[in-house]
Nanobody, 124 residues
């Protein structure tokens, strides 16, 4: 079992930056690929970024490519999402997730473990 807890959300002005963190419990976390998804009211949850178990492979949604960066530290059981040049359309609840596979994936259904989410609001 893996438990995930996100933090770092908040209110930021357009053009600003935030770094989300996801703390994981469980010794198996290091063997799992992980990802970030986001959801706004009335919409389905959408893929943001994913990283392989070693961190050697990453994938990003087109909407965040070049602005967001996903990384992880397996020794500390932590996943991060660095978000730069934030836009109002990035406003959402952000979730971290882990899948019982080493490879990156953009498919929500392939992730078995989820955090509770952290709110990110981009507004002036």
């Amino acid at each position: 079992q893996v438990q995930l807890v996100e933090s770092g959300g908040g209110l930021v002005q357009p053009g600003g930056s935030l770094r989300l963190s996801c703390a994981a419990s469980g010794s198996t976390f290091r063997w799992y690929a992980t990802g970030w998804f986001r959801q706004t009211p009335g919409k389905e949850r959408e893929f943001v970024a994913s990283i392989s178990w070693t961190g050697g492979s990453t994938a990003y949604a087109d909407s965040v490519k070049g602005r967001f960066s996903i990384s992880r530290d397996n020794a500390k059981n932590i996943l991060w999402l660095q978000m730069n040049s934030l836009k109002p359309e990035d406003t959402a609840v952000y979730y971290c997730a882990a899948r019982t596979d080493v490879r990156v994936s953009a498919e929500e259904s392939e992730y078995a473990y989820w955090g509770q989410g952290t709110q990110v609001t981009v507004s002036s």
